[in-house]
Each structure stands twice: as structure tokens, then as C-alpha cells.
């Protein structure tokens, strides 16, 4: 249980699971039930394992090349390649239940996220724009919790700073932890920013893209929440800016753990907001 755990690093659930809840808050205007609480989070967790699996099989050829993530479970040998996929269908299971169960629009649109969790680990073999399609992926966490609690997209306004907040923040933070492997995507021939202009550039690039997630998270804040979740706010801006003080030196620590209190903040603003 402890190798299939790493294996999909459940741990990163901790980066999606605020902001679901957030996007379904802006419509509830209160604390959830229970029961729609529970199904939120096994929804949540059947998609982020699914996503992590289909990216750890897709790569686990670059990442046996790569001296970073060679000691991952697939290219040490450490799974077979049929738990892998045992491990993706239990979760797309667990995945297709949960959003049946929180009605039927999210049934009939539950296959989107797949497609984008599918097309994503490939890109980067072909575009610059891997960054940006790991983000969009992402981004279906709050924008599925706000249609969850929805049941429909006639007052989409509600969620549009939200969403676009997320899809550049995550591009953002990609973009700082592919500063990891600028030599090895460069030699490999992958596509990223710090491969192609080098990292203070990409890293200049990722600061503009968190400048802009933090003004359409302050749109928010302006147009959907109260005026006393101003310090939540100022919180938010200040983690990414210590973000990208340490991110050329710890891009290890600028990628999860500052981003994982980033997104407890925005919950807190959503919910102090309400």
C-alpha cells in the first residue's frame, strides 16, 4: 500500500482538494452536507489517482532516462505495469460512482477531465503549451466542485475568477518544477520553458503568471466575497512572493509545500468570504 500510495503520490491530493471545495461554496453559500461532502471528496480522489497514474505509465520510459525520477516505482521495478493499471481503472471506478452519484450533468461530463488527464503527459513532447494544459487539467477540480453543487452553467460567473485563477497558478508552479529537469528535458528534446529559455527566464515567466492568478483571485475577492476575507487575500499574495524568492534556489519546496498552503488560504478566503 505504501509503494501504490507513492506511486500516485496521494499526498499531492492536498493541492486540489481546497479548491474543489472552494468552487462549491460560491454556490452553497454555507457548509456543505455531509453526504454531498463525501461524495465531493471520493470524486476528487478517484480523479487525482486516475490523472497521476495515466501520467506516471504514459512516462515511465522518460522517466526510467531521467536521473531524477528513475527511482519512481514503474522504472525501478518496484510495480508491474498491470498494478499500474489496476490502480487507474479501481480509480476511474471510484471516479464514474462518486459523479453519478452527485447527479447527472456530472456524469455525462465526467469524461472531460479524463481526455485532458490523458492528452496532458503527452505534450510536452510536442509543445510549449504542457504547462498550460497541465493547469487547464487542474482547473476541473473547482470548476467540477462548483458544478457539482450547480447542477448547471447558467451563472457561470460565479467560478470564472476562481477557474482562471487556478489554471495560472498551476501553470505557474509547473513551470517552476520543470526548473528540475531543464538539462534532461533539453537533452531529451521535451518541451518546456526552462529547456527552451533557460530558468530565470522561465521562472520570470511563471512570476508574471502568478501575478496575473493573484489579480483574477482579487477579482474575486471583489466581485463574490465579503470585504473581511481582504486579509486572506493578502496572505495569498504574500506566500507567492516568498514562492518566488526561493524558487531558483528550492524549486522543490516553491513547487509543494508553499503551493499546498496557498490553496488552504484560498479556501479560507472563499469561506470567510461567504
Known sequence: MKTYASFVKLEHTVLSLPLIYAGALLVLRSWPSGVFAAWVLLAAIGARTMAMGLNRIIDAQLDARNPRTRSRELPRGA????????????AGALYLAS??????????LS??????FVIYPYLKR???????GLGLAWSMGPLAGWLAASQSFARFEEIVW???????????????????????????????????????TA???????????????????QTELHPRSLCW???????FIWQHVIADRRPDIAFFQINAWIGFLVFGLVLSGI
Do not use: N
Open 79 to 90: 510495480m508491474h505495469k498491470q498494478e499500474a493499471w489496476a490502480i487507474v481503472a479501481a
Open 99 to 108: 459523479a453519478a452519484a452527485l447527479g447527472p450533468l456530472c456524469l455525462r
Open 111 to 116: 469524461p472531460v477531465p479524463v481526455i485532458l
Open 126 to 132: 510536442f509543445t510549449l503549451l504542457a504547462h498550460f
Open 162 to 200: 476562481l477557474w482562471g485563477f487556478s489554471v495560472l497558478w498551476v501553470t505557474g508552479f509547473d513551470i517552476i518544477y520543470a526548473t528540475m529537469d531543464e538539462g534532461f528535458d533539453r537533452e531529451a528534446h521535451l518541451h518546456s520553458l526552462p529547456s527552451r529559455f533557460g530558468r530565470r
Open 203 to 221: 521562472l520570470a515567466i511563471a512570476a508574471l503568471l502568478h501575478a496575473a492568478a493573484f489579480l483574477a483571485l482579487g477579482l474575486l475577492w
Open 233 to 239: 487575500l493578502i496572505a495569498v499574495g504574500a506566500l
